[in-house]
Structure formats: C-alpha cells, structure tokens
C-alpha cells in the first residue's frame, strides 16, 4: 500500500538536474565585485557602529554632540543597503517564487527564469538611469553638516543600479549555457 504523499510526489515533474558552475571570465568578474562589495558593505558597517558610539559618547560624556556622526552613519546605511541589495540580486537572496518556477517543465522553466532576470535587469537599469539623474540634479546642494554634495546619496542608486544589471546578465548568461552562478562568499 502506498502513502499519500507518495502518490502526489509521484505527479509532480522529477527537480531539476544539478547544473555545473559558472566559470567564465564574466562570471569571475562579477564574482570579484561582489565579493568586494559585501566586504565594503561589512567595512561600512563597522564605520556606522563606530560613528553612532562616538555620537553617544560625546553626547553624555562630554556633552557636546559631534553634527556630522548622525548624517555620516545615515549617508553609510544608504550604501550599505544598496551594496547588501546588489549582491542579494547576485546570489539569488532576493525574495522569489523559485518553489513554482521549479515544478514547470524544463523548456517554460528556462524562458520564465531568464523573462524574471530581464526584468530584474531592467529595474536595475532604471535604477541606475533615475539615480544618475537625482545625482546630477543634487550635485550642486550640499549637506550642511557634513559639507558633502546631496548628490552623493543618489549616488548609492547607480552603483546598485550598475551592480544588478551586471549580475542579472551573468544569470542570464549561466542559464542559456546551462549553469548556475554559485555566491561570491563561498
């Protein structure tokens, strides 16, 4: 006698093969500046902890509340988050709906996959395009206590932008050759 879950399993098309790492000189690339990317994401990290400790600090230590700390750290998080968001595109940390994308036939499978990177392309493009704009517009304004252009937080759109157009094309590129792209952190 057979169990339920058996006969249901049993339907549902067999999970898709292991498919080999990506290995070229793109995918490398990419690799690399992923890589570099979360590290300065860490590394700015660390500069926020130390420029919110050093605002506590002098706020009830010495009574004297240094301006810049607070706008520095907001300034850090904006690329933080840009740079955690890129990289999340390229190691698929994204939010995705991969359990139904995977119970289709190979052939629809494929093409939905590389329509889903397309259109992560393409909102990463259109990140890129607005930030670029916002910076450029922003350019001339300065922050007033950190004496930096305002242009500088769009900025952090661009380099997201960039990074996630990058890495869809390198999925789009593992999928049509047959392989999958492995994170930069491993």
């Known amino acids: 006698m057979s169990h339920p879950l058996e006969e249901l399993a049993a339907g549902l098309p067999a ?5 080999p790492a990506a290995r070229g000189a793109y995918t490398r690339l990419c690799a690399a500046l992923s890589k570099a990317s979360l590290l300065l994401a860490v590394a700015m990290l660390i500069a926020i902890i130390v420029c919110v400790q ?6 009830y230590v010495f009574n004297d509340t240094p ?3 607070e706008g520095l ?6 690329y933080v988050t840009a740079l955690a968001v890129a990289v999340g595109v390229r190691d698929a940390g ?16 494929l093409k939905l996959e590389v329509l889903i990177h397309a259109l992560v392309a393409l909102f990463g493009a259109i990140m890129a395009f ?9 350019w001339s304004d300065m922050k007033p206590m950190m004496h930096v252009p305002v242009g500088m ?3 952090a759109l661009v380099v997201a932008g960039a ?24």
Do not use: N
């Open 15 to 19: 999970p898709q093969a292991q498919r």
């Open 54 to 59: 050093y605002q506590v600090v002098g706020r």
């Open 67 to 69: 301006t810049w700390a």
């Open 73 to 78: 750290a907001l300034q850090l998080v904006l």
């Open 94 to 109: 994204h939010i995705g709906l991969e359990s139904l994308v995977s119970l289709l036939p190979e052939g629809p499978r």
């Open 130 to 138: 607005s930030g670029w704009q916002w910076t450029v517009l922003k």
């Open 153 to 155: 937080d769009y900025l």
């Open 163 to 186: 990074l996630i157009v990058m890495f869809s094309i390198e999925h789009i590129i593992a999928l049509l050759r047959g392989e999958d792209v492995e994170p930069a952190w491993h």
